[in-house]
């Protein structure tokens, strides 16, 4: 399962939780990200599509 970090104003992709399920990445985007001013998330990035993320090769890849 692949969760995708991003910023809330720029939709810029910052980092990419790999987990086993939902519940696990969540958890980790809790730790991790919890300024849900500043972040959100998603399951489906939409990666260079009008409204979806933008791409960034140096997000941050989260595998635990």
Avoid: V
């Amino acid at each position: 399962m692949k969760l995708y970090i991003y910023e809330n104003e720029t939709m810029e992709h910052k980092a990419t939780i790999i987990g086993r399920d939902n519940t696990e990445c969540e958890e980790i985007a809790n730790e991790r990200f919890s300024d849900t001013d500043y972040y959100g998330w998603t399951y489906t990035p939409a990666f260079e599509i009008e409204g979806g993320l933008i791409e960034n090769e140096n997000a941050e890849i989260i595998n635990e």
